[in-house]
């Protein structure tokens, strides 16, 4: 490809086309970053300047991880590949960071808040992610919101949140531990049903819950994506919880209704539990052998 075409590669009309970016130049790359998604169309997109060597060229220059999330960005336009989303996290600790860094690498716009504004702030400088000053204000524009804080803490950010959350896609992280790792039992549910009667205008899915922070940011293990289990009583929040886990490495299952958040919840507990008793490293995952989804009985 000469450099002319280079120059005026239409990274920026992707999104209303149906055919892919036709140049993954460094070039296009960071109009894509800069841009966010792609979305301008082609006779809009300018042909960018040649600069000379000198500071300011080198004050364009964008990261790794800028040029990865205009990749992942370029990738998820394409037709088939998936939606990029727009992802509230309401908590920066090693939780909230892990998915904003899978999320992110995924192509979604992520906004983290966390109860100490400048810990999300230092997050998101890690991550890629935008910070807020508070879960109010991340909630605003996000068709989904994790809920990545500690169970103790729940109460407190939905009667933050309060009717914010109507609508939208409710994602539950949390887990009621005891430090004996064993799991607090509220009426014989879930720590997921609670949280939809505490809001029962979100749409909530139990999601994540039972994979450490570490297998959140990088759902890999000797090679092989473990499982996403998603429980939820929405066929929306479920179908956009599935593919949440996709687009950052899981392989989705579809584990049913709300009330299984109960056994995946239990999941949680027997896989914290086995690393304290067996002195593991806490890197370990679950995934279903036999016939799956993504492998059929013959």
Not at 94 to 102: R, T, Y
Not at 110 to 131: F, M, N, Y
Not at 201 to 217: D, P, T
Not at 225 to 254: M, N, Q
């Amino acid at each position: 490809m000469s450099a002319s075409q280079r120059r005026s590669s239409p990274i920026a009309s992707v999104a209303s086309t149906t055919s892919p970016p036709t140049s993954w130049h460094p070039s296009a790359l960071r109009d894509a970053a800069r841009d966010g998604l792609p979305h301008r169309r082609a006779h809009e997109a300018r042909a960018p300047r040649r600069p000379s060597r000198s500071r300011s060229h080198r004050s364009q220059r964008l990261s790794l991880g800028e040029y990865s999330r205009a990749f992942a960005r370029c990738l998820f336009a394409v037709p088939g590949l998936g939606e990029a989303m727009n992802i509230a996290i309401i908590g920066a600790g090693n939780v909230g960071g892990a998915l904003a860094k899978s999320s992110v690498r995924a192509g979604h716009k992520v906004t983290l808040s966390a109860k100490d504004p400048a810990h999300a702030e230092a997050k998101a400088k890690e991550t890629g992610a935008r910070a807020v000053h508070s879960a109010s204000d991340a909630v605003k524009a996000a068709d989904v919101v994790i809920l990545a804080v500690p169970y103790t803490a729940v109460d407190a950010v939905l009667d933050e949140l309060g009717d914010a959350l109507a609508g939208k896609v409710l994602i539950d992280v949390t887990n009621r531990m005891k430090r004996d790792a064993m799991a607090e039992s509220v009426d014989g549910s879930s720590a997921a049903e609670q949280i939809q009667k505490k809001a029962p205008k979100a749409k909530v899915a139990k999601a994540f819950n039972y994979a450490f922070a570490s297998k959140q940011a990088d759902p890999k293990v000797d090679g092989q994506s473990i499982d996403g289990y998603v429980a939820s009583d929405d066929a929306d929040a479920k179908k956009t919880t599935l593919e949440l886990a996709r687009s950052i490495g899981f392989r989705p299952i579809d584990a049913g209704p709300l009330a299984m958040a109960r056994a995946l919840e239990a999941m949680a507990i027997l896989n914290i539990a086995l690393q304290i008793q067996n002195g593991w490293p806490w890197q370990s995952g679950f995934k279903l052998i036999g016939p799956t989804p993504d492998k059929k009985a013959s």
